[in-house]
């Protein structure tokens, strides 16, 4: 961490709370830095918790190619139900039966779902549709029609945790949706699911194990001249 005693123009690798939007986290560093430029390299969204780079003064210029560093995360998916935004905080909108979950039905799925696939982004994110934010469409009960795009998952490991739950480990592209996934996922099995747990492990080679805690950040970071 000694390049935060260097100078307000830095990366910041910061643990995410629970709970906590990005934005929380841009707000809560501008505290110490009022006037300088400040952004992150990704949202995480406030279920989430895990590496969140925030970018500080003359940084900022990284932001776009931090955003498409490779990703790592370990997700839980509960399967049976379905929530409107395909995750903990979302309200259940299906539910189904969870059939027996085989060794050869895991080795299917970590076949179909590594290298280059299509995903449909969930209606519950910030990607524009028609021009509006999906989610505020979700949010209204509107129709959401967002295209598919290509995503690359280099790396997936399936497991059942218990009795209707996964865990799950992936490393992929920019532009993946880890709830998107949790969903194909369950519907291959033969059910519906959602993500009940997420924490991102890595963005390119910031890793959470060289993260810092977010109340430890003002200690840490210089005061601003």
């Not at 390299?41 to 590496?51: E, I, Q, S, W, Y």
């Not at 280059?116 to 990607?127: D, N, R, T």
Request: hydrophobic content about 40%.
């Amino acid at each position: 961490m000694d390049v935060l005693n260097e100078r307000p123009d830095l990366v910041l690798n910061i643990r995410k709370p629970i709970g906590w939007t990005s934005f929380d986290v841009i707000r809560f560093v501008k505290h110490r830095y009022h006037g300088l430029k400040i952004g992150h390299a990704g949202t995480l969204d406030p279920f989430a918790d895990g590496v969140l780079l925030v970018c500080v003064g003359k940084a900022t210029k990284r932001v776009a190619d931090l955003m498409n560093e490779e990703k790592e995360y370990n997700a839980t998916i509960r399967l049976g139900f379905e929530t409107d935004s395909l995750d903990l905080p979302g309200q259940i909108i299906n539910t189904s039966d969870v059939p027996i979950i085989t060794d050869n039905d895991i080795k299917k799925i970590k076949e179909k779902f590594t290298g280059v696939i299509e995903q449909i982004p969930p209606a519950f994110s910030a990607l524009k549709d028609n021009g509006i934010r999906a989610y505020h469409k979700a949010r209204k009960g509107g129709e959401v029609n967002l295209k598919t795009r290509k995503i690359n998952l280099y790396k997936l490991d399936l497991k059942v945790l218990r009795e209707n739950f996964l865990s799950l480990h992936v490393i992929c592209s920019k532009g993946t949706y880890i709830r998107s996934l949790a969903r194909d996922i369950a519907l291959n099995l033969g059910t519906v699911g959602y993500v009940q747990t997420l924490t991102r492990l890595r963005i390119g080679s910031y890793n959470i194990q060289s993260s810092v805690e977010i109340n430890e950040i003002f200690d840490l970071l210089p005061e601003k001249n």
